[in-house]
Every structure is written in C-alpha cells, then in structure tokens.
C-alpha cells in the first residue's frame, strides 16, 4: 500500500526544474505552508505542533534537575533528542536512533545552542550543586520533507512557551511553575536542497530524494548566522553559499513573525 | 503526612466525583480519523487531557520473513508515551509498562480483523500519548480501532474500551489520574468487540471483591458502547468529507 | 532431537476436549502436581522452587538499598525480574527481554504488590534517603507450560522465607539478617487457558499451544481479587469470567496451604 | 582494620584448614543426571556450597548459518550466575567475567567431545550457578560434562576439574571462599580429561613460584580424578534408574 | 570568576596569536602514508596536538546486502575518539558527536571518489583519534583522504580541509583549543576539492555575521590549498620510497 | 583486496615446523622484532604504543574518581578495557565487546593485577569516599598474531609513564600532576602457541590460525608466576607447561629490560 517508485519521482522534479518551476508550483525561494498549534500537552513545560506542508512534528520542553558540569559550575543546560516515530513513514523504525535522527536532533541543537538564545546561568539553582536541564524533545508524526526546519520551528515554538518548574527541597514540583522561559533570540533554521544544479528552500518528500546535497543556516533577528550544516555527498560553490545565506536571512525574518 | 493518606471524598452524597462527573460518566472524547497523510490510516484522539496519535501501516511485509504466519496476519502494536507526556519526564526508551500494554492491546485487535485474509503479512500499529492522566491505554486501544478502520482493513467489530474503578467503595467509570492516585482505588482497562459483547483486553489492578465483577464488566460495557458510537461517528465524518470532496 | 510438531499436538489436545477430557487425563479445574523446595540457596535473603509438573523455577530475593522515590519518601520498594532461561526449552535463547519474559515478571509483580501484602514503610530506613529494594528474580528452568502461576507460586514461596539483611553504616552486611519479612497475605495466581471452547486450568505445554485466550487473577486468603491479566487474540465472555474468578478463589485455598 | 590484613592461621599445625578439611580434601560433592525434561542432557550439582543446573542442547542446527563450521560441530558454552547467588545482588547481564569464563569452559570441552562427527551444527550447554562460595567455574564445567554424556553425545572421555590453591604457603585442593579471600592467596581452576591427563583448562591468579607448578598439577589431577569418579557414578545412577524403570 | 569571563586577547596588535602564530598560519602538520599493513590504505597524521591514524577498507563486499547499491559503492566512515584522547576520559562507546562527525565526513568524501565505478561494495574508513587539541574532524579527513589514495581507490580529486575560526573579531585559520574555548569564537570546519575549490563539507557554531561569508571562505580556501600540498607530498614520498624499494 | 586463503597458510606453518622451522625463520622461543614509543598522546596520564612484528597497540591511562568498592574501604582500583578496531583487520567490526576482547582485556588485566605491582592503597584520596580509578585502554590497531603480550607489553609501558593527576575540591585537575605512578614489578606476558605437537613463542597471524592450544603466563623480575590463562580446544601435557614456564620467565627478562 506504500509503494513508492522514487526513479520516476526524481526524473519528474528533474525534469520540472529544468523548466523553472517545483513540482507543488512554489517559488525556488518559498516555504510550504506552515501550521503552528501552541500547548498542544499540559504536562510538558512548553510544547509545540508544527505542520510544514505535510511534514509533521511535536516539540515537548521538560526540564529536569541535574549537577552542573564541573567547567561550568554556574550553569544549567540544554539536550535535544529526536525520533522519526514509525508513525511517520514506512521506511521508520524502532530501534536505536538512526544516524539520521542523531543529526536532525544536533542540528537543532546547534541552531538553537550557538543563538545564545537562551541564559544557562539563569538555570543555575546552586553553583556546583544544581541547576536545570531543559529537555528538548522532537517527535516526528508524518514525514515529507525537510524535518530540520520543522524541528527547529516547533522547538522555538515550544522554548517560546516553557515556562519554568518550581523547585522545592531541591526537587521539582510538578505542575507549578516559578516563570516563564527568557529567549533573547528567536534563531530559525533554513535549509537548502540542491537538485541538479538548482537550489531550492525547504525541499519536500521529493525534491529530497532527488536532492545531492544539503545546506542548512540558522538565522536570528540581528542577522546573525549561528550554525552551518552540510549535507549529502554533492558540492556547493561558495558563490552558492552566499545567495543560501542572503535567502535564510530574508525567510527567517517572515517565519520569525509566525511565532 | 503523606497526600495519599488523607481520607478524601471522592464520591459525594448526590453520587458526583471531584470533577463533577457521575459515576457512569466519561470525560470528553475527541476523535478525528485520517490525521497523518503517510500512514494507510490513522486518527487522532483526546479523551480529557490524554492525546494519542494512530496510525497503521499495512497489511505489509514482514521482515524478518521467519516472523511472519503462513495463515494469517500478524499484529504488531507498539504504544509509547511522549517524554513529555507524564507529570515527570520518561526516558525515551520504551520501558517494560509499554512492552506489557503493547503485548495486550495488539491481542486485543486480532479478534476484530480478518486476519485470515492476510497470510504472510503484518499490520503494524503505532500510537503515541502526546499527554497523558489515566487510561491513556484505553485511549490509545480506541484510537488504534479508528485507525485500521480508517486504513480500511477488512473488520469483524470495533474494539472500544474503557476503564472500570472502584474508589471509596464506588464502582465508577474512567478513572482521572487524581481517582487513580486514591489508597484503595482498583482500575480494570478493559476492551470488548460491542456488537458480541466479547472481552478482547482485561486487567486489574487493586484489591477488588468477587462480587463486585458482574456489576464493574455491566457498568464498563455501557462505557464500552458509549465510546463506539463515538467511534463510528468520527468515522462517518470522515466518510462524509471524502465523499463531500469527491462531489465538489 | 527437541522437533516437536505442534499442529499434531493441538489437534490432539482439541479432540480430547471435545470428549470432556485433558490429554494427561487432569480436570479441568485440576493443577499439576506441585512441588516446593524451600531455601535453595544459602546467599539469597529467601528462595524457592517450585515444580509444577514439568515446569521448572526458581525464585531468589536479594536486598539492595537505595532512596525512595520522591512520591513515597516514607517507602522503600520492590522489582520483579525474569529470565526464561536457554536451560529451560530449545526455543528460548540469550539477548534482551522478550516481551513473553516482561509480561511474565509484570504479571508477577502486580498479582504480589496489588495484594498489598508487604508493608513498603517497613522498607524504609531513613525517610527521603534510605530504603530496601527487594529484588524478586525468577529463572524459569525447565519450560512446561503455565509459567505465570508456577513464578507467581515460587517467588511467594521465597518471600515467604526471605530475611531482611542487616543496616550498618547505611550498607548491607552479608550474611547478616535483622528479621524476616513480615507477609500480611499470601496472594496466589491462578490462570486458565480457552481452547476452542473449553476453559481449563494450569495448561501444560500442549494446551498453551493450542489455546486462543488466557486469563490470570491473583486471589487472596480474604477472598480479594488483586489483579487479572487477559492474554492472547482470543476472548472471553462475562459469564466465562465468574466461573474461572470462583475458581481459581477455590484453588487459591489450595494452593495457599502448600506454602 | 580492614579484614584482610589480619593474620590468619589458613592450615593449622596438624595439616587441618578452617573447615576442617585436609589439603587434598574436596568439599561433598553432589551430582544427579537428568534434570531438566526439556534438555538433551542435563545435570544437577551440589559442591560445598557451590550449587549448578547444566542442560545441553544438540547437536542442533546453527543459527546465524555462518557461523557453523562444515568440519565439526562448534560447542557454544553459556556460564551465568544467579542475581542472588552471591554476597552482594549480581545485575542480571551477563558480565566480562561470565564471558571469560565461558569462552575457556567451551574450549575446555571441546577435545573431550567427537565434534568431527556432527559438522555443520552447534553444541549448547548452559550453566546456571544458583549459589556460590568460590570454586564455581569449575562446578559448572564438572555439570556440564556430565549432562553432555547424559545427552548421549558421544565422547572421548570426561572434563573433570579442580581448582589448587595456595595459602600461607601450603598447597591445597578446592578453596572456599573464606580462604579465596586470603591477601596472599593463589586460585588456580585446572580441568583435564582424567585418563589421558591432557590439560583442557587452565588460570591462574596470585603470585606463584616456579617450582610450585609440579606439586601443584599433582596434586590437582588427585582431584580431578576423585571428581571423575563421582561424574561416572552419577550417570551410572541414572542409567541404571533407566534401566530399571524399563525392567518394571 | 570563570576562567571564560576574562577579557583574553587572542590576537595581538603585531596580529600574532597566543601561540605565535599569524592569523593565516597552520599548526604543524605531518603526514604519512601507508603505516597499517593489514589495511588496503592508511595514514598517520599529527596536527599539531592532534594525532589520528586512519585505514582505509575496500572496495568489498556489503553486508547487510540490502545495504549495498546497485550503482555505485557505499562510503562508510566511522570517526572514533580513544578515551584517553581528550582531557576528560571519553566513554568508549562511540557517543552522537561522533556518529554525526562520521556523517558528514563520509558524505564529503562521496565526490571525491569515483564511486560508480565499484557497484554493490563499500569503502569502509576508519579513523581514530589518539591525541586532540581542536581540529580533529578536518585532522581524519584530511588522513583519510591519504588512505584512500594509498588504498589505490581513483579518486577525482583529494578533499582537503581546514577550520575557520573567528576570535576577538578576527578570522584566523585552524582554531587551537585555547582559542575554541573563547566566549565569542567562532569555529567553521571546511573542506574541499582543491582543484575545483568545490566545498564538501560545511558546519559552524557560534554567531557569525553575513559579511564575514565570503572573507572566511577565501581564508579557508588557501589553508586547504596548504593541506592539499602536504597530502600529495605523503603519497609522493610513500611511491618514492615504494619504488626505490623496487629498483634495489 | 584482503582474501586471505588461511588453510594453506596453515599447511605451510606446520610443514615448516615439521622441519624444525617457523615460516618467518624464528627460532621456537623467540620474539618479533618489537618496536616502543613512550608518551605518544598528551591528554593521557600515560601511553604507549607498542608494534611486535607488524601487530600494533597503543595503550593509554586515564585517572577518573570514584568511591572505593565497599569491602576495600581504603582502596583505588584499575579497570582494563580493550578495543579491537576495525582499522586492525578486514575481520574486526564494530559493536558491542567481542568475547575475543573480552579474553584479551581479562588477560592484560590479571597480569598486572595479580602481580601487585600498584599499590591500590595510594589511589585512596579520602576513605570510603574518594579513590583514583586507573583506566588502561588498549587499542588494537593492526593485527597480525599475539595480541596478548603486544597488549601487556604496551599496558605495562604505559603505566610506567603515568603520572597522578592533581586532585582539587574532589576533581582531577586537567594536564597538572601530583607525581609519578609507582611500580614495584613490570610483569611481562609470555604467550605459546601449540601447533600440531610443536610449542612456539610469539605466533604470528598464520601461527594463530594453525594453532589448537594457546597457553599465557605473566612472570615478574623477581620470577614470580602471577597468572595463567590456556585457552582454544586443544591440551597440554604438565610437562609441556613446565617447559613454557621456564621459558616465558627468561624471555620476560629480555624483554623487561626494553622499558
């Protein structure tokens, strides 16, 4: 019931960018509609629904108590998980995670980390002794294309709503808070297919199978670039480079307003 | 000192739970059939604050072929909970709690498909408690029945289901998680074919009296039904919209 | 050597019922002869073995100390673990829990727990710090059918035995006990199989294959139901329910008197 | 302060350990063949303290296939202990220990066993240790040869074992674990096919002289062939139980 | 308090940095080829503190096959760090870091070689890291693109690669550990083809603006074009000696 | 590219030694050529890199912190881990520790242990509390016969290089020291293969692969035996052992003086 063919999918992206245009008719340049739905679990501390096209993925936000790391005795932190849930395709498994979802889960953690969007300091409770680690964790329910924005989407999106634990006894107590979550920036990740020599935004299921290479950036509000990622076995030249960080930059600026 | 020490009431003299529920109430149910584009058929559902997404691939498969019957279908269900889903986080890993719940729940659907038709291949279903507050097994076995209908597997019955408790000596219908946490509360998830009023998933947890099982397996049934007309309704509707879509 | 052909066994099974009778000529409501051998190793805290029929287990206890959960800060805890053991039949082999093995210990577990029998406070030794896990482990060595009552029947037997280790300086000393664990009920397992339409109790090996339902609950001295357990893609009727509740009441008592 | 460094009178001046036991003196040894229904062969045995079941499978078919070898039979050799066997709770995997010990067991029988005759298949044998005090290595592999013959595989001769120990400067046979934990204590496991006097395994640990080495394996094959004797009654038992179950 | 706290000057006003070198300098690199004789291909290389050996496997069979493509091979790269290789122990197990460094390096190798000439087998590349001090992932490349060559696997080109780093406000080629820890550095592994100047591999962390794009690459470019050198010098000097080798 | 064709390397090693030859021209009781380098990684304590004939180890000592095991209060402890690389043969693959890396680390580690050549006493910081923990990671990255005493060798090596980190506020100070780490014996591993009737030292690759019966001993300056190991299905004779002990205290006595 989930046979897919991809030779003929490639040829028909193939063939139509040739003539200019994406096989779902959008610009070189333009994003798959984007749905964001807030809250979507009340016993995370923050937590987000993103539908990019058809991709979807649900970002939870839950903090846990922890030592700091003796080099930053003043500082709490942050982890990014990701799972491409057997839901979400055909082609997923159970299983330890794939070498796929380990990059999805670090760069989504790059973009955000490398932001300084976040005050690890303000997570220090006792220096040495406690302090918060804010979990991130992405689920992926439906699959077609581009997960690393989408991840990186509702995992802001979900930053964006965490409010923090109240800590009691050195212990956290579930369901009351002590405050919202403080992001200074709000980094959005771009990421970039290039399928024969055209360069596409936000590449969907098929665009990515027939994709050779992948370039991701992450942008903030003061047009800053805060982590790089490329992807496949193909080349980008740093004249390519240049117009992929001109587009990020222009399309972070208009998914930052949807948040 | 102790919370779960105090002796609270959970059932007041007019029969109304803290919630202000009755006891033969349930808490709202949502449910959506075809939510996730990349499954044969999937659903969504929320049943009070628990969420859970569906979704069922198949019949395909079965890899590896030595796992696969020569007369029939194989059900593979795997129930997970969201890390975030739970009052305190859960390691991703799966933990023993959800191979047991996966084990039962996937017994509980093989009566209710023709299994028989498929030999050979498998029908995976998946689903996923985005957030949770007690029976959120039930939940998930109630969407999972949407979901293979949905991907239109050939069925004899729904599955619907729906826990049974006891609290202060009450027999009530679907415990919340602040019933569930009572000293003396007994929960019994249980699941039925409703059309033959067969018992396809049954447990219990507590300390119940043998008397009290003819009356809890009645109440659970009219709970059992409640939530199939919810069922069938969602997907009716669903049903509704292709069709709708087919006429434009 | 251990070819076994199962459809020939179930055929016989099923035509044997049809004329009201068990292949090895048992009643319906008849278990297998069960013997217990207490205290079988000297470094457990309490043991046992129980032979039911052919089926073979044996059930260690062993202390370990750690801190209570946050939730019950006045408790200490217990686990229940099982290993179905190459030893114990050709299909069982080395590697991570089967799902059957979960199943077996989480019956297990919940049939003892739900029956309250052991007093958790009891466990604790400094409230929020300190508190005694009592590991319950069960090696199934020779596998015959039935493993659900024959654990359930051995691990009560070694609890029933088991002494709890000397505290000094918050360690366990070996060898060393303070007392014995104190067992307000003793909860027995009974379980039953359907096949085609029959219902019987403790299936042998043959009947476990050709069964399409089982049924578990743990019963008490004071006549309580602390948990049931349905198993397999076939179902049972409510009037099927009383019946197999009242019996395994009945063969409770039984059995309890073994112990 | 700590226990170890107290001095300790291990043989006292008439030759006697703490036990009682003289330095060529095993411990009771116990052995029963046949155990274990569901096994080829099978045996249960008693060594002081020391108490291990033994089942063997096969020769059965090898399953990855490319693992077997086209030559002979390969033995796969499973050593494991109990949870509650020891002094302090062991965790349920399997350690670097039970690996090692494994591995050099299954060795240790593999000249014993006429492997040439079944190529292409595997040999399994699994020990469970269910209670300990020192000297286990060599209880499993004494059970382990007995259920092999009780599996009627056919056989070159016994592995019969013993460990030698050294402590204050004596030799002795079969510590127990209050003299294991001796601070200056050797441990020496030696198996041997009894009549050929092959050595099949061999460890040591602790600080040995040179010119121990010959009075040490002397005194160990005295040990070994004691055990020996008592593997041959234990099958001779079970024989004739067999036979005259079919004399009846 | 915090040692990140201190204002440091990283680049002085001469444009020396706090290890002497200028803001284009490379640590000192060593190459070798050929050091690991059971390996179809391999290299040795120090930069500066970083130490890596790599090997080089392949082509060869694939296995799982259902791994294999029927159109070209498959590059395997697997990055490790040896526990006692950085200044806290390293678990031994291979941990995300690495698994997402193997990633992206295999992928960079893909171009370079003529990959459609070996369907259905695998490159398989190893590198271990034996000593670091920044730098490592460009470090193994950089080695393991010597091994290819040494395996004698054709190959379009070499891949060549540095790190780009920011501190203080300056671009400086091959970051050391000192400078990576600054609060503002700015660390952007590169590598590329150097004939063609095509980038095959690309990350950065930390907060870089737009204009620096096009500086950084230029900076990285003629660090590449270094490293390029010394990687055909290592080949040429193995051949060298290979060859007089042959004509003694 | 790697087809090695072990059965005739096999007739060829054993109609050599039916000569009274070794393949490579060895006598029976002599080592390949071994090759040290000292200190070869910075962030170790300690390391060494060891090559005899073509096989290849690098060895390296880390400290880490631990609380000392309960029944020796006063005590640090080593831990020896070894790692059979892929990059060391065709035949080596990743995953979970092979049993054959398991023998080789158990081995590496009784040779020095039972040699009490660490005075575990020093690595106590603080009783019960605070104690070094010495980790020896050995590496296998070219494998052509031996691993054993190229293994030990490298290991022993090593250690003799390590240097105590510095401990500050119950942490290990990176890259600073408190001292040397004190040796009393250099035990020197000494491995035999038994080849149809003929026993060698130091079997190369195709030794290996001819040989039935493998026999190890650890032997010290003050020619102390401090650990046996006989592994593979073939025997030895008591006199055969006689024999390889003699030799291994000799041979240990050469090679010692390489440190």
């Not at chain 1, 805060?226 to 193909?234: D, E, R």
């Not at chain 2, 079965?62 to 019957?69: D, Q, Y």
């Not at chain 2, 009530?172 to 039925?192: G, I, Q, R, T, Y």
Request: hydrophobic share 40%.
């Amino acid at each position: 019931m989930s046979v897919v063919i991809w030779d003929l999918d490639t040829d028909k992206v193939i063939n139509r960018l040739k003539e200019g245009k994406r096989i779902d008719e959008r610009a070189f340049d333009e994003y798959r509609e984007i749905k964001l739905q807030k809250q979507i679990s009340e016993n995370a501390d923050g937590s987000a629904r993103v539908q990019l096209g058809e991709t979807d993925i649900i970002a939870g936000v839950k903090f846990e108590l922890g030592k700091p790391y003796p080099d930053t005795p003043e500082e709490g932190t942050m982890s990014v998980n990701s799972e491409l849930l057997p839901l979400a395709s055909p082609t997923f498994e159970f299983g330890p995670p794939s070498v796929e979802s380990v990059e999805l889960a670090r760069v989504v953690d790059r973009g955000i980390r490398e932001s300084k969007c976040m005050d690890f300091k303000s997570f220090c409770i006792r220096e040495k002794e406690l302090a918060y680690t804010a979990n991130i964790d992405i689920y992926v329910v439906n699959y077609a294309g581009n997960l690393f924005d989408a991840s990186a989407f509702a995992a802001i999106d979900a930053l964006a709503e965490t409010k923090l634990p109240k800590v009691e006894e050195d212990k956290l107590v579930a369901g009351e808070y002590s405050g919202k979550l403080k992001l200074s920036r709000k980094p959005i990740l771009g990421t970039f297919a290039k399928i024969s020599n055209n360069i596409v935004l936000d590449p969907n299921l098929a665009e990515e199978k027939a994709m050779n290479a992948r370039f991701s950036v992450s942008t903030t509000e003061d047009e800053m670039l805060c982590a790089f990622q490329k992807g496949m076995g193909g080349s980008f030249t740093s004249a390519e480079l240049s117009s992929m960080l001109d587009i990020a930059l222009k399309k972070g600026k208009e998914l930052r307003k949807l948040l | 000192m102790s919370k779960k020490k105090e002796v609270l009431e959970y059932v007041d003299k007019e029969g109304k739970r803290t919630d202000g529920r009755k006891a033969d109430e349930l808490r709202a149910i949502k449910i959506e059939a075809g939510v996730l584009p990349r499954a044969d058929g999937s659903a969504y559902l929320e049943w009070g604050q628990n969420k859970v997404l569906a979704a069922v691939y198949g019949p395909r498969e079965v890899i590896p072929k030595h796992h696969a019957n020569p007369y029939k279908a194989i059900v593979r269900y795997a129930y997970r909970m969201a890390s975030f889903s739970v009052p305190e986080r859960k390691n991703p890993r799966p933990g023993r709690r959800e191979l047991e719940i996966s084990k039962v729940s996937g017994e509980a659907l093989e009566k209710a498909i023709f299994l028989e038709r498929f030999p050979n291949t498998a029908i995976d279903v998946f689903v996923e408690v985005l957030d949770s507050n007690a029976g959120t097994r039930i939940a998930a076995l109630t969407a999972a029945s949407v979901a293979l209908a949905d991907a239109g597997i050939p069925m004899r019955d729904m599955v619907s289901g729906v826990a049974i408790g006891k609290i202060s000596g009450n027999l009530v219908l679907d415990l919340n998680k602040h019933e569930e946490d009572a000293p003396d509360a007994v929960d019994m998830p249980l699941a039925v074919l409703p059309n033959s009023e067969e018992i396809v998933l049954l447990q219990m947890d507590g300390l119940l009296k043998r008397s009290d099982w003819e009356n809890a397996f009645e109440l659970g049934m009219t709970g059992c039904k409640k939530v199939y007309e919810l069922q069938k309704a969602a997907l009716k509707k669903k049903y509704e919209i292709a069709n709708g879509d087919e006429q434009k």
